[in-house]
T-cell receptor, first 115, second 110 residues
Framework: GAGVSQSPSNKVTEKGKDVELRCDPI?????LYWYRQSLGQGLEFLIY????????KSGLPSDRFSAERTGGSVSTLTIQRTQQEDSAVYLC?????????????FGAGSRLTVL | GDSVTQMEGPVTLSEEAFLTINCTYT??????LFWYVQYPGEGLQLLLK?????DKGSNKGFEATYRKETTSFHLEKGSVQVSDSAVYFC?????????FGQGTRLTINP
């Protein structure tokens, strides 16, 4: 597509429920990144995909967080048993190759609110 | 590990004022450096970048110079406009990913 598409744009859930956030990267972009933007915390790296594999998932905060990417395209970030501290904007970005050498294109984000 | 520190915000200025947003970094070697901007309701977008020491990145009247002596990449603009109101993020290219600062919210009043 023309840009990075994320859905849902807004999600309100109750504590303890599972949520899935979806990212549709730019067609042909092999690298895909998930970041979390919390108030006053800046952008926190979560996970990086190259194709369907995740060479770096060091930023996932706990085992309640997981992500997958299929067909070298769409990625899903799943948060199980959500907690209030999971409330944040989850940003997805893609690029032709690794960040740094290639410009990251970001989606508009999925805002998660856990009540 | 790699890290980026930005000046605390929020920053509020009047139109046509001079802008500086400070950014310093800690890294091994000399990574590429970036400024990204997030306008209200939009995704982050690249504003400018510099790939080696003494390089100057520029775009839309904004400039930043890669200073390895002071490990800094301060963002400047000579005359800001209301449309520059946004959140600005400084970043460096770490191992396989970008490392971002905490962001600085800029508001320009007419």
């Amino acid at each position: 597509g023309a840009g990075v598409s994320q859905s849902p744009s807004n999600k309100v859930t109750e504590k303890g429920k599972d949520v899935e956030l979806r990212c549709d990267p730019i067609s042909g972009h092999t690298a895909l990144y998930w970041y979390r933007q919390s108030l006053g915390q800046g952008l926190e790296f979560l996970i990086y995909f190259q194709g369907n594999s995740a060479p770096d998932k060091s930023g996932l905060p706990s085992d309640r967080f997981s992500a997958e990417r299929t067909g070298g395209s769409v990625s899903t970030l799943t948060i199980q048993r959500t907690q209030q501290e999971d409330s944040a904007v989850y940003l997805c970005a893609s690029s032709h190759g690794q960040a740094g050498a290639n410009v990251l294109t970001f989606g508009a984000g999925s805002r998660l609110t856990v009540l | 590990g790699d890290s980026v520190t930005q000046m605390e915000g929020p920053v509020t200025l009047s139109e046509e004022a001079f802008l500086t947003i400070n950014c310093t970094y800690t890294a091994t070697g000399y990574p590429s450096l970036f400024w990204y901007v997030q306008y209200p309701g939009e995704g982050l977008q690249l504003l400018l970048k510099a790939t080696k020491a003494d390089d100057k990145g520029s775009n839309k009247g904004f400039e930043a110079t890669y200073r390895k002596e002071t490990t800094s990449f301060h963002l400047e603009k000579g005359s800001v406009q209301v449309s520059d109101s946004a959140v600005y993020f400084c970043a460096l290219a770490g191992a396989q990913k970008l490392v971002f600062g905490q962001g600085t919210r800029l508001t320009i009043n007419p």
